[in-house]
């Protein structure tokens, strides 16, 4: 009695092992040719007889239900191979073991379709050089030595270098001062709160005198003749004069605000879209 125990213990054993073989197979991580189907069927019958329990039947169909499974993988996995024109490695060295030298190099021979690619110099590329050659100026000409032409010096006035914006006829000073007087009288006839809009005041007719009166305007408010109110979240920029130039002179450090005086800026301001 004991001994019919221990075989349907070794049987369960058997069967469960076969039975995680095929799930790996099932799951692609193994070949499924590892498995021995008939060695696995033979140990099915081996202890069919023996099973007496509904347990032990069950387990008995669910092995040989993984066994169908794994021989319709074996079949695809066939099938595949044969379709695809696959040679097992296997059979290749063994059939390369058995054919002769002569006849491997005769394979190769007609196997063997190497790209040729030829280059030469033909006639008419010949020809063409030639005539480009010919066609072309002597050394003599095409590397002549091209002279400065002469100028004569002469005398020019003040009023001369001034229209051509060589000399200011002022210094910078006086400029600066001059400036300061306009935006005083801009804020006194249009302004508002003794302040004016930025653009509104160095808003000119060309873009170019735009830039300049943006740079005048940023050494009035350095040099302590003006200062500049900036409300970011309305994005409104002012600028207020003094009525006497401050002189920045304290512990306190200066910070520069950068302001984008562009184009495009100018532009949207001539069409009442900057304020």
Known sequence: MQAKRQRKKLGREKLQRVTEMCRSVEERSIDPF?????EVIEVIKEYFSEWELPEDLCLDAETIHHIASVIRLQGDWVKHRSTSLYTDPFLLEQKLTRTGREEILETFLKAWHPIVEMEQISLH?????IKYWKSLLPLSE??????PAEIEAGLTTREEL???RILSDK???????????????????????RRIRYWDFIGAGSYEETVHRAFMTSF???YGYATLEIYPLEEEIFIKPYEKQVTKIGKKQLISIPIAVTAEEWTRWKKGELT
Do not use: C, P
């Open 162 to 164: 001034i229209r051509q």
């Open 220 to 222: 009035l408010v350095t």
């Open 125 to 129: 590329s010949l020809a063409e050089a």
């Open 142 to 147: 095409r590397w002549k030595e091209i002279l």
């Open 34 to 38: 590892l498995i021995d189907v008939d």
């Open 171 to 193: 210094t910078f000073s006086e400029e600066l001062e001059s400036f300061w007087d306009e935006l005083k009288r801009e804020v006194k006839e249009n302004g508002k709160n």
